[in-house]
T-cell receptor, first 109, second 115 residues
């Protein structure tokens, strides 16, 4: 079983809709990362968090350490939000990241 | 240019040939990483390096060789390419993964096809 599970694997939304994608992990972590990968593109870091909530523009990331779960919310979604969103976790004392398989998000105009 | 770069961006090679993928970063980050990305899998770590002349295996190291003679460069060599090594390869760097707040910065990727 993968250390990091993401759901849903694929999501299609209409422009303007509120989107939620999820990440669950099975190990104790020191940090969780949300990354974004556009089609054919590179990978950029959106958030790094270890507790609570972070907001950047229309993106909100939350984490519940007790439940080993994180969500990434996209408000007022736009076609440019179409991308693969990757969740990665760093276990305490480990200098490596464990990655989920990604959430493929498509926003239709 | 500042940042992390990879070359080539696209490569087609034949089975059995040796291929080297280059990675260069300008931040003087201590750590560098090589990942491969395949459909149905998350990013998988091939090798990483904590400093010049220090390298270590990741999750899927077989068939790959790395070196790190200079801090800024971390080449990945496929000694005898196989079709199963067709993938997109990402290089990444970070300053200090042991420090909270450390982030990894990814290169643009190299799409490798082995025929």
């Amino acid at each position: 079983k993968n250390e990091v599970e993401q759901s849903p694997q694929n999501l299609t939304a209409q422009e303007g809709e509120f989107i939620t994608i999820n990440c669950s992990y099975s190990v104790g972590i020191s940090a969780l990362h949300w990354l974004q990968q556009h089609p054919g593109g590179g990978i950029v870091s959106l958030f790094m968090l270890s507790s609570g909530k972070k907001k950047h523009g229309r993106l909100i990331a939350t984490i519940n350490i007790q439940e080993k779960h994180s969500s990434l919310h996209i408000t007022a979604s736009h076609p440019r939000d179409s991308a693969v969103y990757i969740c990665a976790v760093r276990s305490g004392g480990n200098n490596r990241l464990a990655f989920g398989k990604g959430n493929q998000v498509v926003v239709i105009p | 240019d500042a940042g992390i770069t990879q070359s080539p961006r696209y490569k087609i090679t034949e089975t059995g040939r040796q291929v080297t993928l280059m990675c260069h970063q300008t931040w003087s980050h201590s750590y560098m990483f090589w990942y491969r990305q395949d459909l149905g899998h998350g990013l998988r770590l091939i090798y990483y390096s904590a400093a010049a002349d220090i390298t270590d295996k990741g999750e899927v190291p077989d068939g790959y060789v790395v070196s790190r003679s200079k801090t800024e460069n971390f080449p990945l060599t496929l000694e005898s390419a196989t079709r199963s090594q067709t993938s997109v390869y990402f290089c990444a760097s970070s300053e200090n993964p042991d420090r909270w707040g450390d982030e990894q910065y990814f290169g643009p990727g190299t799409r490798l096809t082995v025929t």
